[in-house]
């Protein structure tokens, strides 16, 4: 019983994961696009849980789906209409290119991950209860990973104080503008 | 049990597929944008089914860092899409190409 549960949890979180996926990248308005993507954050983040990545998920729940989305939201409703994008009558052969490459890389990851570790994926291993809680995600963050997590407070950092130095007026803009 | 780990590993294949279509079929640089974070979110179900694959955690550890990473990212790329619709010029990809060489 809680076997064919875990199924229909993944069948459900899976094809709402794909479909808005493909839903992002095809739908001409911004706006929808980006409520598509969280979306499949949500779901994806479902998928973390089947995989006891409970911390994880629930980072990603708030970061992604609610922090940077909803920057994402305000900068499309601040640009209003001109954020439109309809699928623009490109060249087609670029398009033909875009497509063959994008089936090309999905052949390469299937064909390299089958070919690496077919056999052995299919049975995990037996896992302790506390694997992915925040008591063992934050011991290794401030043991193992330290410099990672040092080195990510700078990155935040740079990014803020770009995120100034690209929002304010530049001088000489004005009269660009 | 459920699904083995494997139809994870599916799963975020496509994703990084699709999201490496919409990056180049795109020319609205917010969708290409979008379209970086799919990429991004495929890569981290990857390192998190190969955590759970091995009973370590450090591929969670990476994904969190991916997470951090994808935010300073956003920060960056949405200051520029701002910066390039005040100087009134066209939101598109392909017609921002003062630095091609």
Known sequence: MGNFVVWMVWVVAAFACLGSGAAVVSFSNPYYSALALIGNLGSLAVLYLLLSAEFVAAAQVLVYAGA????FLFVIAYLGRHADAPWAGGPSWQALGAVAAAGSLMVE???VIGLKA???LSDAPDISAGFGSPYEVGKLFLTDHLLAFEITSIVLLAAAVGGVVLG???RGEEEAA | MGPALTW???ISAFLFAIGALGVMLRR????VLLS???MLNGANLALITFSRHHGELDGQIFALAVMAVAAAEVVVGLGLIVAVHR???DLDVDKLSTLRG
């Open chain 1, 68 to 71: 940077v989305m909803v920057m």
């Open chain 1, 109 to 111: 990851i299937v064909v």
């Open chain 1, 118 to 120: 077919s056999g052995r």
């Open chain 1, 168 to 170: 304010s007026h530049a």
């Open chain 2, 8 to 10: 994870y590993l599916a």
């Open chain 2, 28 to 31: 609205s640089p917010l969708i």
């Open chain 2, 36 to 38: 970086l974070e799919i």
């Open chain 2, 87 to 89: 100087r009134r010029l």
